[in-house]
């Protein structure tokens, strides 16, 4: 990991080497953590951050699922994150705002523990290496909505995606899709999936796996685009034999799959690459619809 200098840290500034926690940290020991993923571009002039209050949301959102009480507003967290990143002076990053109880005393409940807050920014060129990666079919499921609060963003349940993509990585994949707990296509280990069938393109619907913020975003780009976008339930054998297929997610923005398992998808991709290149500029704040998803630094 490429290191920026400063780490915000319960509202104020550290340097990253001393931002360390104990090691009978709660969430250490019980997973119990919320957490987002924000992206900033550079532009001529600063940085550019997409999509900023929707991510400060989702992470209030995480947080009071996990009974977390933070003594800051939401409009302040987001400063924060500018504030956080215009002090590393670095535009070109992946910004990791954590929380996540800290230590206190032993045992499931965290209710003693005290919150800890940080933000951090990371350096992040091309989290996927190749252009057309292949994904392996996980041996686990995703943990199913009855066992957790899958339309979140808790550490703990990111053991699943750890074991889906470490199988995957050690067969020689770039990434893992897993099934829901009733074997349908539910995700990738970090990224929504889409498919592309004789021009329409399918998204399982978000009852089993995270509603991404980059998803929501391309539902609406579809639309001016005239794309018919459909969410429904898919199968492994579907999924495998589409014209197209593609992961969403704030680090791998819109990502060509080329290979799912042994099945090769077909490497021309009309709509994903038109989708692709109009998010690109979307993000970039070049499209004036879009410019109040893009917050400058
Ligand atoms: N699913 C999972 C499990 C994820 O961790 C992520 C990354 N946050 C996504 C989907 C994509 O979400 P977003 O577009 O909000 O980054």
């Not at 933070?70 to 670095?90: G, H, L, M």
């Not at 021009?199 to 579809?222: K, Q, S, Y």
């Not at 009309?270 to 690109?280: E, L, M, N, S, W």
Request: proline share 4%; net charge positive.
């Amino acid at each position: 990991m490429k290191e920026t200098k400063y780490i915000w840290k319960n509202g104020v500034f550290i340097p990253w080497k001393k931002a360390v926690t104990h090691v009978l940290t709660h969430a250490l020991n019980y997973g119990t953590g919320i957490f987002e993923g924000l992206r900033c571009y550079p532009s001529a002039k600063g940085g550019l951050i997409f999509r900023l209050n929707d991510h400060v949301k989702r992470f209030f959102h995480s947080g009071k699922l996990l009974g977390m009480n933070f003594n800051f507003s939401q409009r302040q967290f987001a400063q924060a994150i500018k504030r956080t990143v215009v002090k590393n002076n670095v535009f070109d990053v992946y910004i990791r705002p954590l929380g996540f109880y800290g230590y206190q005393k032993i045992g499931p409940n965290p209710a003693d523990s005290p919150v800890e807050i940080i933000i951090a920014c990371i350096p992040l060129k091309d989290y996927l290496k190749s252009d057309f990666i292949k994904v392996k079919l996980a041996s686990i499921r995703r943990i199913p909505p009855s066992s957790a609060f899958t339309n979140s963003k808790m550490t703990g349940m990111y053991y699943n995606s750890a074991l889906a993509s470490m199988e995957a990585w050690k067969s020689g994949f770039d990434e893992a899709i897993v099934l829901d707990e009733n074997g349908y296509v539910a995700e990738g280990a970090a990224e929504n999936i889409f498919m592309v069938k004789k021009g329409i393109v399918f998204t399982p619907p978000a009852d089993n796996v995270l509603g991404g913020i980059t998803r929501g975003t391309l539902f609406e780009l579809f639309k001016d685009l005239g794309i018919k976008c459909v969410q429904k339930r898919i199968t492994i054998k579907e999924l495998s034999s589409a014209d197209e297929a593609f992961f969403t997610g704030t680090a791998v923005e819109v990502h060509f799959i080329g290979w799912i398992g042994a099945k090769k998808i077909k490497k021309d991709n009309p709509v994903t690459r038109k989708i692709a290149q109009y998010y690109g500029k979307v993000m970039r704040g070049k499209i004036p619809k879009y410019k109040r998803w893009v917050t400058r630094v």
